[in-house]
């Protein structure tokens, strides 16, 4: 069973706030991304990490920012809160090393913004 | 390019009933996996199955089976006797060659409804 956290689980802030969005896991994967899924129901990638100082921007370009200074942490970042970025954002981790590539998913940050 | 077709976007059943989700997928990798996630409506996504694609074999998993045909580029998931936990989005997925590494190309999804 995947063990991979978020949190807020729910956020209302509002336009102009700075928020960061947790999360982590404890699996020990050196894989983890982010994805922004709208109600339209598509995910879009839209930043991912191979590993500890790594960062690399997704398909879909986002105004959020990521660092990954440890294994098991990978937060996302909105400087300046906009009411076109409130979607549902999910994150995921994955251990291709064991050669297996399915993404384990956290149970998602419902944010809004006003 | 990569892509993954679920051409169902609701499907509403009766209880009981079985019922069929098609994917479609395109690909320019010779080697590629392939998923589908469950998404209840809490939110999160849930794995459920890896094929690759040196693999086509049928599996079954309890009322869960998928069928993985290389020859049409499909991998359908059939819910066979239906049941309302069974109400949820579901995700096909495809893996896309990155750099070192694999990313996951996602299908639109489709909304199952069962009713009771």
């Known amino acids: 069973e995947a063990d991979i956290y978020q949190t807020p689980r729910y956020l209302v802030i509002g336009t102009g706030k700075k928020i960061t969005l947790e999360c982590s896991q404890t699996m020990g994967h050196d894989k983890m991304y982010w994805y922004q899924q709208d109600p339209g129901m598509e995910l879009h990638l839209i930043h991912y990490s191979y590993g500890v100082n790594s960062t690399e921007k997704g398909d879909l370009s986002s105004e959020s920012t990521v660092s990954r200074i440890r294994t098991e942490h990978f937060p996302l970042t909105l400087e300046s809160a906009r009411p076109s970025h409130t979607s549902q954002y999910l994150c995921?981790?994955?251990?291709?090393?064991?050669?297996?590539?399915?993404?384990?998913f956290g149970p998602g940050t419902r944010l809004t913004v006003t | 390019a990569q892509k993954v077709t679920q051409a169902q976007t609701e499907i509403s059943v009766v209880e009981k009933e079985d019922v069929t989700l098609d994917c479609v997928y395109e690909?320019?990798?010779?080697?590629?996996?392939l998923f589908w996630y469950k998404q209840p409506p809490s939110g999160e996504l849930v794995f459920l199955i890896r094929?690759?694609?040196?693999?086509?074999q049928n599996e079954i998993s309890g009322r869960y089976s998928w069928n993985f045909q290389k020859s049409t580029s499909s991998f359908n998931f059939t819910i066979t006797a239906s049941q309302v936990v069974d109400s949820a989005v579901y995700f096909c997925a495809l893996s896309e060659e990155m750099d070192s590494s694999y990313k996951l190309i996602f299908g639109s999804g489709t909304r199952l409804l069962v009713r009771p």
């Open positions: 690909t320019r990798d010779t080697t590629y996996y």
């Open positions: 094929r690759n694609s040196f693999d086509e």
């Open positions: 995921a981790s994955s251990s291709p090393a064991r050669n297996s590539y399915e993404q384990y």
